[in-house]
């Protein structure tokens, strides 16, 4: 039975979504489908039809990084690279149900995402520096 | 004053945008057309002879390409340091993960119904999958003794002292095996023809490794191998040396299918259960100290687990043992160390590399002993850490000048440590079941390869001038996380004195980049990075003298000299060779002398909470203390600590492997247990900043240092909670810890 992954990976041919386990532990295959962040090698593709789904290739517009990615760059968040797609894809879904996280809420946010570069610090404060990137451009333009 | 422009600076990593937006590839993200993907047959029996291989019914055999060790063009074994590691079993089988038959095939769902219908007929003989049995040579599994090899450094006279010291302290300490843990699994794939020779591409950290094992396998000439990294997920040592047999597979499988590119993609389980892992150690210490606790003596026995084959054990034997006699002043040295096998996969590279098992016993001893001796484990320390001028246990003169105590000092001055420590008194005294203690190790890692590594290797790295106007620098040093790529561009850049963009690292394939050694040993940054610096500025010379340069300049300027250059003389190249820097002797018979041209040094302090219910260990704090030299991107040196010390506190209280007849029983990420975000405290990191006039820039290495401190740091911590010095043992998992402390009545109601 085709995994939601394979569907992403082989037949859409967008491998930004990656592989670490096979069984939902990792996290390295975190997409957002119908608005919930979901380890993609644990849906059936069939349960995906007709649903909206959002990949690591849909986070950036254009030649725009989004906050999140931008944030990653400058605070260290990403080293080997292999977990980064899945990572960016909770720290988007976290910051949308919680805009204003603090370190505990963003730590418990990335619990289910496995790094083994960071030991996480630098990507707690990618999170929290994305998190306040938006709250200055919201300021902005209330002014 | 003259400020760097680029050195010291937190530049963005070269390769990042492509991280953060999924376009990073790699092996698993290419495919080819026509391609077809390969899997490994294994013996599942620990050890036995190989009487016949059945493929079974229900499968169009005729459909698959089947390789096993007959269709082995050249040599059989990998090129490694000895030649014993078969890639196929031919007869024999010694350890349960050994590869016997590789099968490719389009359809992978057929292909792993096919796997297991493979049936190998192995008549077993006695395996061995206890050290102490294999040091005793239960059975003969290797060689005449079972040793991969053994290691003796001494240095006065430890037996003129046991009699007279004041205090002899005892101890035995064992390490477990670890995981790397790598996120993205092994994998490679290859494109082998008669014509044309084989090309691999893989998640790898050592492309010349490869390169010399698949000559070796096809009996090929240099040109007619070629290997490329492709983006590499994590390899903290695992990618070292395995990606060979991978390698090898792939290349194997594509021959026998007419060329057609074959792709091997370990799944999780294979790539924990089948691919190497941190050798488990056993310590024994014996040491004598004066009634003021100046060190004396210290007899070390110190044992590695290799497992089936040598590979790399000599070395990680080797580091291990320099280690052992920790950073202290000790007058009579004896330092005995043995790699044996056993029936288990081979035991490999990970961060550290016998360093981390020999610093955790001498770092938990020196609690020990403490405890014993009445004495504050502080104080201990600081009557023996070396000073300059003073000798390490080879008879290594300490030539910089390292301030040990003061880098403990400091530590524990971030850690609060003084007033965390009256705090816990009065919190202990009181009933409740969480019992708090902190705890500190101190520890050297040697930078670079061990003694005369680094001559044999004679390291070659340039730098190149294109027509674009742009400098790339040549390697063959492996991006895999750590940030080679923009500390190489950095170190070139600075020399340049160009901006960061102008610069570009080339892509480790063996066809471009020459053989700057492998990707190991905290060796990339200090010793390559030295190449590419003084290649570069051999490069600026030739610009200068060309008169196409004119000082000063800008970026634009370079970039104009540049293409002006090449208009003129078609390429612009320069490369440099690695030397010995001045007055590094070593001797490799008498293991004496320098065994490093320098070390990073560190102090690494932690708190815990004991839960006496629960039997979890909670890391409160944790501050990473360390001088490395100069730090050339603040950035990308935390990030290594606070990852390396991560990686040190799931091998010291989680991460274990449950071994069940010589194979990983817990080969899932759902039962080997590694940190979430959730379970641990932020890592503070501190640098104390002390150029080393023989790296670039001032840097040292400091990919392994932070491997070598959490573990003892934590486990002497846990001594202090609780107040006995029973746990000598890592992981101490919650079960491990129970079962201790159950031993020792710790929970009589008294206690409790």
Redesign the interface.
């Given at each position: 039975m085709a995994r939601l992954l394979d569907v992403i990976?082989?037949d859409l041919e967008?491998?930004?979504?990656?592989?670490?386990?096979?069984?939902g532990?990792?996290g390295?295959c975190s997409v957002i489908l119908n608005g919930k962040l979901v380890n993609s090698c644990l849906v059936p593709a069939v349960q995906a039809e007709g649903a909206e789904l959002r990949?690591?290739?849909g986070?950036?517009s254009d030649e725009q990084?989004h906050s999140v990615?931008e944030s990653?760059?400058?605070?260290?968040?990403?080293?080997?690279?292999?977990?980064?797609?899945g990572m960016?894809m909770a720290a988007v879904d976290l910051l949308k149900r919680c805009p204003h996280p603090d370190?505990a809420q963003?730590?418990?946010g990335?619990?289910?995402?496995?790094?083994?570069?960071?030991?996480?610090?630098?990507?707690?404060d990618s999170v929290a520096q994305a998190a306040e990137r938006a709250i200055q451009v919201a300021e902005e333009s209330r002014s | 004053m003259n400020p760097s422009l680029h050195i010291g600076h937190s530049r963005i990593r070269k390769e990042g945008r492509a991280k953060v937006t999924g376009e990073a590839q790699y092996t698993d993200d290419v495919r080819m057309e026509y391609m077809l993907y390969g899997v490994t047959v294994r013996s599942s029996v620990p050890r036995g002879i190989l009487k016949g291989i059945e493929f079974g019914e229900g499968i169009p055999w005729d459909e698959f390409v089947i390789v096993t060790a007959k269709d082995v063009p050249g040599e059989l074994n990998v090129a490694l340091i000895e030649r014993d590691q078969p890639f196929l079993a031919l007869d024999r089988i010694n350890h349960p993960e050994e590869p016997v038959v590789l099968l490719a095939h389009a359809d992978r769902y057929l292909l792993e119904k096919a796997r297991a219908a493979v049936h190998l007929d192995i008549e077993p003989l006695p395996p061995l999958f206890d050290l102490e049995e294999s040091l005793a040579c239960k059975e003969v599994i290797w060689g005449q003794d079972n040793l991969f090899k053994k290691i003796l450094i001494e240095k006065g006279d430890v037996d003129s002292v046991w009699a007279g010291a004041a205090h002899v302290v005892e101890g035995e300490y064992k390490t477990g095996s670890q995981e790397q843990l790598y996120i993205e699994p092994n994998g490679a794939i290859a494109v082998a023809n008669a014509e044309a020779g084989v090309t691999v591409w893989g998640s790898l950290q050592c492309p010349y490794y490869v390169h010399t094992a698949l000559k070796a396998l096809f009996n090929l000439p240099d040109d007619k191998v070629r290997v490329i990294q492709m983006e590499t997920g994590g390899g903290f040592g695992g990618k070292e040396d395995y990606p060979s047999l991978i390698a090898g597979h792939a290349a194997l499988l594509s021959l026998k299918a007419g060329g057609r590119p074959v792709k091997i993609v370990y799944d999780r389980e294979e790539d924990m259960v089948a691919t190497t892992k941190r050798h488990p150690s056993r310590t024994r210490i014996r040491s004598a100290f004066d009634a003021e606790g100046r060190l004396l003596a210290l007899d070390i026995d110190f044992a590695l687990d290799g497992g089936a084959y040598l590979t790399l054990s000599p070395v990680v034997l080797s580091r291990g043992a320099i280690h052992a006699g920790g950073p202290y002043r000790c007058p009579n040295t004896s330092i005995r160390a043995r790699a044996a096998a056993t029936n288990t996969p081979p035991h490999g590279a990970f961060r550290g590399f016998g360093a981390p098992q020999s610093l955790f016993a001498i770092e938990r001893h020196m609690d020990v002993a403490a405890a014993q001796m009445g004495m504050d484990p502080i104080a201990l320390r600081k009557q023996n850490l070396l000073r300059m001028g003073d000798a390490t246990a080879t008879g290594q003169i300490i030539k910089e000048n390292v301030d040990l105590p003061g880098l403990l000092d400091h530590a524990l001055e971030k850690l609060d440590y003084s007033a965390k420590k009256e705090n816990h008194r009065i919190h202990n005294a009181s009933l409740g079941p969480i019992k708090k203690g902190l705890g500190f190790a101190i520890f050297m890692h040697g930078c670079g390869f061990t003694g005369s590594g680094e001559s044999y290797l004679a390291s070659v790295a340039g730098v190149e001038g294109r027509a674009d106007g742009k400098v790339h620098v040549l390697a063959a040093s492996t991006e895999m996380g750590q940030g080679a790529n923009t500390i190489l561009s950095q170190v070139v850049a600075e020399v340049l004195k160009v901006p960061l963009e102008y610069v570009e690292v080339v892509r480790p394939d063996t066809a471009l980049v020459p053989d700057s050694g492998p990707t190991v040993a905290s060796r990339t940054t200090m010793v390559v990075g030295k190449l590419v610096q003084e290649a570069a500025i051999g490069l600026r010379q030739t610009l200068i003298q060309s008169g196409f340069l004119k000082v000063p300049y800008d970026g634009e300027g370079f970039s104009s000299a540049v293409k002006q250059y090449i208009a003129k003389n078609d390429h612009l190249k320069a490369y440099s060779q690695y030397n010995t820097p001045p007055q590094i002797v070593w001797d490799d018979q008498l293991y004496k002398g320098d065994a490093y041209t320098t070390f990073a040094w560190a102090c690494y302090a932690a708190e815990v909470a004991v839960d006496t219910r629960t039997f979890e260990v909670k890391v409160e704090d944790f501050v990473a203390f360390q001088e490395v030299g100069r730090v050339l991107n603040p950035t990308l040196a935390e990030g290594q600590i606070e990852g390396g010390v991560a990686q040190g506190i799931g091998y010291g209280l989680s991460e274990q492997v449950v071994w069940s007849k010589g194979r990983m029983a817990n080969g899932q990420m759902t039962n080997y247990i590694m940190a979430t975000s959730m379970d641990i405290p932020r890592i503070r990191v501190y640098f104390e900043e002390n150029p080393y006039p023989n790296g670039p820039g001032g840097a040292k290495g400091l990919g392994e240092l932070p491997m070598d401190g959490p573990a003892p740091a934590l486990l002497n911590a846990v001594q202090d909670a609780l107040g006995t010095s029973a746990p000598r043992e890592i992981p101490l998992t919650p079960e491990r810890l129970m079962d201790l402390l159950d031993l020792m009545d710790f929970l009589e109601p008294s206690n409790v």
């Open positions: 990976r082989e967008l491998t930004g979504t990656k592989e670490g386990c096979g069984e532990e990792c390295a990949t690591i290739e986070v950036a990084l990615q990653f760059l400058h605070c260290g968040g990403a080293q080997c690279g292999i977990c980064t797609p960016v370190e963003i730590r418990d990335l619990a289910g995402n496995l790094c083994r570069c960071t030991g996480y610090g630098k990507i707690v | -």
